[in-house]
């Protein structure tokens, strides 16, 4: 099997070969980036297993460039890191322990010594023990992760494939080198691995190891909730995460990692009427936001969007199914999910909440004859967030009639069009009102009170309806007649717009 390498590949392997040389250690470029560059895959970093001293490896690698890249080194895991800046986008499919000097673009090389590694049953940290190549293949998560390259002198360029890893890369396989129970035993979040390869690449799960997760799934439980949730995170990211979701779903995992999300399953019906399944819907809705947009929060945003169904979920005799509230209930729910997945409580969290308070009221305005008034609330509520509003909505629009998708597609349009004629006339995306609190306390002689609040948000309502243009005079003269109207008077009688 011939690999082809770039210019800046082929000159970190060199380098990586001599030190190794240098040090007489056994060294081999291994997992990930072996399998990318099979698949034509592009990839920038490498991780490379030595037996021995992953650490020394790292320190005298970083001794064969100039400058000389800083080691990151963690000694209790005996791994170490370095960034290199080198070129490269020729490509070679010849490989030679010889090379010279090279200068430019980034490329992150991960040391780490040959090792075996096992978990007892009820601990989330792994028992590790100095090994072989071997048994460092052994210890690796799928076969198509076990393929490696030799950089030692004698076999430079060979590759070491002991599970035929390059028959399941061929036939798009995801399998366990070693008895599925075993692997997963030894690190159980290698089955949410399993499931992130099979949707990052399109592959399909080998039978029996995927019996192997479905038997498994509650061990997950020992693992920390960081390495479960960026696991999450890269399905999330995935082109169609969907197939992650649903293949989590049916291994069992998902009920475990995210009940809530579980709790959308299923339709039910009450006399003859019926309700979509909100999970599957959830997931149409994330692949159709995916098409469009690579922004993980705002993929978040459609997973949370109808989260609160199951618990506003009723029957109305002669209606039917309705989930009156589940925006707000919903955006309530987000930081409690976000807190439990260890996800950021910040403008991110507050960004899905949004989204997931709002997702209905672009929808909503397709139905009735839109006002100015009610597309400038819109474009006030979502603020600079308004276009990543109008993608989750529009992704939102799910139904096996297509006709009707049509319709609703077309009446979105209406909306967005409206929208944008609207920001463009009165910038509302970032609006900030031409009167401040401070400027009404000075102008009326008051402390923070209700007073202040009402008096601002009657000329934001006033602004909004299109009462009054967006100007500081109308305003400070509308301001004056609703404060005379609740009996204020200003501080300076002589006060003038």
Known sequence: ????????????????????????????????????????????????????????????????????????????????????????????????????????????????????????????????????????????????????????????????????????????????????????????????????????????????????????????????????????????????????????????????????????????????????????????????LSEKSDDLWLRWAAILHDIAKPATKKFEEGHGWTFHGHEVVGGRMVQKIFTKLKLPQNEKMRFVRKMVELHLRPISLTKENITDSAIRRLLFDAGEDIDSLMQLCQADITSKNKQKVKRFQENFQLVYQRCKEVEEKDHLRNWQPPISGELIMETFGLAPSKPVGVIKDALKDAMLDGVIPNSFEAAFEFMLKKAKDMGLEPKNPQSTI
């Open 1 to 288: 099997m011939k690999i082809n390498y770039t210019e800046k590949e082929l000159f970190v392997l060199k380098k990586v070969a001599h030190a190794a040389e240098a040090l007489g250690v056994e060294t081999y470029l291994i997992g990930g980036f072996v399998r990318d560059k099979i698949l034509g895959r592009e990839t920038n970093d490498a991780d490379i297993v030595c037996a021995g001293d992953g650490i020394e490896l790292a320190k005298e690698v970083a001794k064969q460039f100039n400058p000389v890249p800083q080691v990151d080194y963690f000694k209790n895991f005996g791994t170490a890191h370095i960034r290199v800046n080198l070129p490269g986008n020729k490509v070679s499919s010849q490989v030679s322990p010889e090379g010279g000097d090279l200068e430019g673009a980034n490329f992150d090389i991960e040391f780490v010594g040959a090792r075996k590694e096992s978990y007892q049953f009820d601990s989330r940290k792994p028992e590790v023990e100095p090994g072989t190549i071997a048994d460092d293949q052994n210890r690796r998560d799928f076969t198509i992760n076990a393929l490696a390259v030799s950089l030692n002198k004698d076999d430079f360029g060979k590759l070491i494939d002991p599970f035929d890893g390059l028959k399941d890369l061929s036939n798009k396989i995801i399998k366990t080198p070693l008895e599925p129970s075993q692997t997963f035993s030894d690190d159980p979040l290698r089955m949410m691995r399993a499931i992130r390869f099979a949707t990052q690449l399109n592959f399909v799960i080998d039978e029996i190891t995927w019996q192997g997760i479905i038997d498994s799934a509650a061990r997950i439980k020992i693992i920390s909730q960081e390495r479960i949730t960026d696991e999450l995170n890269k399905i999330i990211a995935a082109p169609k995460p969907s197939i992650g979701f649903d293949l989590l779903y049916k291994s069992g995992l998902l009920q475990i990692i995210f009940p809530q999300m579980v709790d959308l399953v299923g339709a039910e019906y009450k006399d003859g009427l019926g309700h979509k399944d909100n999970f599957y819907h959830t997931l149409q809705v994330l692949d159709n």
